[in-house]
């Protein structure tokens, strides 16, 4: 699917990122748990990855002309699962499978599960040392394709990440879109009394990186983002580091203490879809 | 320092594995190289310079060299990634587990100094990377002899489509295994001379030293045979066992690398699940970060020399 391909089914990405919503709160009801903040705070960009930015076919998601998006943060799994359901390349009726026994869909992204999922994500900052050789290869084969590599503010902390981001300099990787969601909380707490990453702007463009810093959450501004990495003006590999709200559409869970894996109560579930389709996205 | 593992008048032949590659590439059009920082060290220069386009510096950052690798085999291309044993196995480990082996993909990472190959002490000495690579699924594990495994294994890698890790040994590389019309077989173990007294099982190097050892025995009336096992994993665990289970023949392994999680261990777990009991020794490094110092003392010192090898089977035999 090209990008105008993409939009001809005139459903803006304000209804595409309500329907990943949608499909990650009904995977976490089915589960009972999930990395659900993550999922709705990325949900703007994912709706603006699959149905603006990157190039594919969802009938076959292994063509070779499509745009390759790497999942670095395999935990990530169920936002990315809903926007592959949303783009047509999984099926929604698997929705119910996620995380059980022998589904394509389990708790952490994997390559040799999931249609549409590119790489085994999940050990934190592999994925952007990935990119570098996929936008090498891609390269090599003269192909216009990109590599589009999510990873979190977390993989900021590791060292891989950063020998990554001065090999896609020196080797001028300027199909490269790294998109860093920068939602401020790791594992232990806030991500920058983990590890002081900030100013994360400049440290990429000290690194040799074209570098766009957006709110996530504003579907515009990530859209105008991408538009700029891929303009093919600028030769240098491209960071959009994207500000997101954990929880982000349903205000209940956006006012709880902030958490890696966030409490989701068994009915609230079903609470938070309901705030959804009543369209009341913050 | 390489060199000196050839014993006097051994042939030698330089950098059999860059010139290996290069074959490669001449009708593989996908064979890329990378290395960090140690192209010169690990005879990958020789494709480099061949082939300049075809070869990525990625600088000395072996978590990189070994995912961009990985990025390199999902475009389909096959990828040669050199470092030093030691990067490649403690360093590097995490990323070659889950971007290459657990994706399965067509990534070759071939690590220099193996074992006990430098005097530079534990830094550079790659005592225990079988030992870490052996609990790694789908990883294809090679530690050849001499420079005509090493050319015919590298072939072999090639062909095969998988991860796998080569232990390389660099330079000028002493030729033995020529004289014996060996071809290396991925995944076999290799019968290079028959006896009945001893019977050798060995990998890497220590093939070389045992075979020196086999001959010299021979003269004192030492029946010695020599069973090399270039192929870690997957392991040939039935050409072993038929070996071991002849009856008479004291089994010694002999290996350069810790003497935990090797060669040895791994004939004696196969051994020990088939019911096959030899009397059994193992020649290794001990469980220690070994000394620095010049190769062929610390060789003596821990008994991979070919004089400690005829001295520990003279030991055993006695016993």
Request: with cysteine; proline share 4%; charged share 25%.
């Amino acid at each position: 699917m090209t990008t105008d391909e993409n939009s001809r089914s005139n459903v803006s990405l304000k209804e595409r990122a309500t329907r990943i919503r949608r499909y990650a709160l009904r995977m976490g009801e089915v589960q009972g748990q999930g990395y659900i903040a993550q999922a709705l705070g990325l949900a703007d960009v994912l709706a603006v990855i699959y149905f603006h930015a990157a190039r594919m076919r969802p009938e076959d998601p292994e063509w070779e002309g499509r745009d390759r998006v790497y999942l670095s943060m395999g935990h990530y799994a169920i936002a990315l699962y809903a926007a592959l359901i949303e783009a047509g390349i999984l099926p929604e009726n698997e929705l119910e499978t996620y995380g059980s026994d022998d589904s394509r869909m389990p708790m952490s992204g994997m390559a040799a599960y999931t249609p549409g999922m590119e790489i085994t994500g999940g050990s934190l900052g592999h994925g952007l040392g990935i990119a570098v050789g996929g936008a090498m290869g891609l390269k090599r084969k003269k192909s216009d394709s990109w590599i589009i590599n999510m990873l979190s503010d977390g993989e900021l902390d590791e060292g891989s990440t950063w020998e990554a981001a001065m090999a896609a300099t020196h080797h001028k990787l300027d199909n490269l879109i790294a998109v860093v969601d920068n939602n401020n909380q790791q594992a232990d707490g806030a991500s920058q009394e983990m590890l002081g990453t900030e100013p994360i702007h400049e440290k990429f463009a000290a690194f040799g990186w074209h570098v766009q810093r957006v709110d996530g959450n504003d579907i515009d501004a990530v859209v105008a983002a991408f538009d700029g990495a891929k303009a093919g003006e600028i030769a240098k590999p491209h960071v959009i580091i994207c500000d997101t709200k954990m929880a982000c559409g349903v205000p209940f869970l956006e006012a709880r203490e902030k958490n890696h894996f966030l409490r989701v109560e068994p009915q609230e579930w079903a609470e938070a879809i309901k705030i959804i389709d009543e369209g009341r996205i913050s | 320092m390489i060199a000196s593992l050839a014993a006097d008048g051994m042939p030698v032949i330089a950098a059999p594995f860059g010139q290996a590659l290069n074959e490669l590439a001449q009708s593989n059009d996908k064979i890329v190289g990378l290395s960090a920082d140690l192209a010169k060290y690990t005879d990958i220069h020789v494709f480099r310079d061949k082939y300049p386009d075809r070869f990525y510096q990625m600088g000395m950052a072996e978590q990189v060299l070994v995912s961009a690798a990985a990025g390199l085999a999902r475009e389909g291309f096959q990828s040669w990634a050199t470092t030093y044993a030691v990067f490649a196995a403690r360093r590097a480990y995490d990323f070659i587990c889950m971007a290459i082996a657990e994706e399965n993909l067509d990534v070759k990472i071939i690590g220099g100094l193996p074992g006990l190959t430098t005097g530079y002490g534990p830094s550079h000495q790659a005592t225990e990377d079988l030992a870490i690579f052996r609990g790694m699924p789908n990883m294809t594990i090679l530690d050849p002899c001499c420079a005509t495994d090493i050319m015919q294994a590298t072939k072999a890698l090639s062909a095969y489509k998988g991860p796998a890790y080569m232990r390389l040994l660099r330079g000028n590389v002493p030729d033995v295994l020529g004289e014996y019309g060996y071809q290396f077989e991925l995944g076999k173990a290799k019968m290079i001379r028959d006896g009945v007294d001893v019977l050798y099982i060995s990998t890497g190097l220590m093939t070389m030293r045992v075979l020196e050892a086999a001959k010299k025995l021979a003269k004192d009336g030492v029946d010695c045979a020599v069973l090399h096992v270039p192929t870690i994993k997957p392991f040939d665990a039935a050409t072993i066992a038929e070996a071991a289970g002849k009856t008479g023949r004291l089994v010694i392994t002999a290996e350069n690398h810790t003497i935990i999680g090797g060669l040895g261990e791994a004939v004696a777990a196969e051994l020990m699940r088939r019911g096959v009991h030899p009397t059994f020794r193992q020649i290794a490094c001990p469980d220690e970060f070994l000394d620095a110092g010049a190769l062929p003392t610390l060789h003596e010192r821990y008994g991979l020399s070919e004089d400690a090898v005829i001295r520990q089977t003279k030991n055993w035999l006695s016993e």
